[in-house]
């Protein structure tokens, strides 16, 4: 689970950014997102959202080597333009409890 | 056809028609509202709390559409925290749906009696949140 504490006035270039770059990006390293969510009450200014991998191991591979993607570190260097779009990051690794659904799947909205 | 692909040609129909339908170009279902919680165990409890949900609480939480995305413990568990994830048509849905579980009698015989040595938990953080447009679950 990530959580980004996003710049001020930022959010809307954040997002921006993960549906038009980030996420087609992350995709290429097996970085498999299960949601983006933004809170209703959002005083702290957060993104959160979780990846799912396969180990922790993965996790730490694929992690370095979106770093290492020229085209995210163009994208980023672009949207940043000189101020971070995003202040910090909390980052906490999870396991999934036995009864937890085996497959988060896509929401069937009704 | 899926829901989508006869909303589109729906929406298409429409604008062929030349009908006025402002306001309607949103008709497809709005996203739904998820709910983080963090139940922060009790010492020395986070086992008992993790048994109750397997055992009990998550098939109670089926009766009333509380819909779980996911279960989950920190692996650098220092808060001693558990996670989860609700998603819910709505707000006003989520509000509907807690009331009525916790007034489901079967759940409180269960919650009394697994905390005849005190509760399982200290507290419970809860945060609403919208998914983003380019969320896979929405």
């Known amino acids: 689970?990530?959580?980004?504490?996003?710049a001020p006035g930022k959010m809307d270039?954040?997002?921006?950014?993960?549906?038009?770059?980030?996420?087609?990006?992350?995709?290429?390293?097996?970085?498999?997102?299960?949601?983006?969510?933004?809170?209703?009450?959002n005083e702290k200014n957060l993104l959160l959202y979780i990846v799912e991998h396969d180990s922790?191991?993965?996790?730490?591979?694929?992690?370095?080597?979106?770093?290492?993607?020229k085209e995210w570190q163009r994208v980023r260097a672009e949207t940043d333009a000189g101020v971070p779009?995003?202040?910090?990051?909390?980052?906490?690794?999870?396991?999934?409890?036995?009864?937890?659904k085996p497959k988060y799947g896509v929401s069937s909205k009704t | 056809m899926t829901k989508s692909h006869l909303l589109s040609f729906v929406c298409g129909a429409v604008a062929v028609l030349g009908i006025n339908m402002i306001g309607q170009s949103k008709a497809e279902a709005p996203n739904h509202v998820f709910e983080l919680r963090t139940y922060h165990a009790a010492p020395g409890k986070l086992d008992a709390l993790v048994a109750r949900f397997r055992d009990h609480?998550?098939?109670?939480?089926?009766?009333?559409?509380?819909?779980?995305?996911?279960y989950w413990i920190p692996q650098d568990n220092t808060d001693?925290?558990?996670?989860?994830?609700?998603?819910?048509?709505?707000k006003a849905d989520a509000d509907k749906n807690w009331?009525?579980?916790?007034?489901?009698?079967?759940w409180k015989k269960v919650r009394t009696e697994?905390?005849?040595?005190?509760?399982?938990?200290?507290?419970?953080?809860?945060?609403?949140?919208?998914?983003?447009?380019?969320?896979?679950?929405?």
């Open chain 1, 1 to 6: 689970m990530r959580t980004y504490y996003v």
């Open chain 1, 13 to 41: 270039a954040l997002l921006a950014r993960f549906a038009d770059h980030t996420e087609a990006i992350f995709k290429r390293y097996n970085l498999k997102t299960i949601g983006y969510w933004v809170p209703q009450e």
């Open chain 1, 56 to 69: 922790l191991e993965a996790a730490e591979k694929n992690w370095e080597a979106f770093r290492n993607d």
């Open chain 1, 85 to 100: 779009l995003v202040v910090s990051i909390e980052r906490y690794f999870m396991d999934k409890v036995d009864f937890s």
């Open chain 2, 57 to 70: 609480t998550d098939t109670m939480f089926k009766k009333y559409d509380l819909k779980t995305v996911g």
């Open chain 2, 80 to 90: 001693n925290v558990f996670i989860y994830i609700v998603e819910h048509k709505s």
């Open chain 2, 99 to 106: 009331a009525a579980f916790q007034a489901d009698e079967a």
């Open chain 2, 114 to 138: 697994s905390e005849v040595n005190g509760p399982l938990q200290t507290k419970v953080d809860r945060v609403f949140m919208n998914p983003t447009d380019f969320s896979k679950l929405k």
